[in-house]
């Protein structure tokens, strides 16, 4: 089964920064677009960002535009997102997985982001 290992989130007062990496492993890491997705609590996980999958193409949701950038080293199989200028909006629990994963899918325990001063 495929398998995901989120970590770099921590707690972070507003206008931080924090880099997330994610480690993906069992499948063909290089025949996928990837996905940065994020929980708040009481909220559905929505999609933030995503990378083609040899990185040629990216896409940001609105809210993150201009603050995060997600980037992929498919020779290690590992995607990242970089997150600068974070709010305590941006608090959540991130998680990395093929770009249009569903619940059905496999997910990792994700990563804890905590904006607050």
């Known amino acids: 089964q495929v398998q995901f290992v989120e970590s770099g989130g921590g707690l972070v007062q507003p206008g931080g920064s924090l880099r997330l990496s994610c480690a993906a492993s069992r499948f063909i890491f290089t025949d996928y677009a990837m996905s940065w997705y994020r929980q708040a609590p009481g909220k559905e996980r929505e999609l933030i960002a995503s990378?083609?999958?040899?990185?040629?193409?990216?896409y940001y949701k609105d809210s993150v535009k201009g603050r995060f950038t997600i980037s992929r080293d498919n020779a290690k199989n590992t995607v990242d997102l970089q997150m600068n200028t974070l709010k305590p909006e941006d608090t959540a629990v991130y998680y990395c997985?093929?770009?249009?994963?569903?619940?059905?899918?496999?997910w990792g325990q994700g990563t804890q982001v905590t904006v607050s001063s």
């Open positions: 997985n093929v770009a249009g994963a569903s619940s059905s899918h496999a």
């Open positions: 990378i083609s999958d040899h990185g040629g193409s990216t």
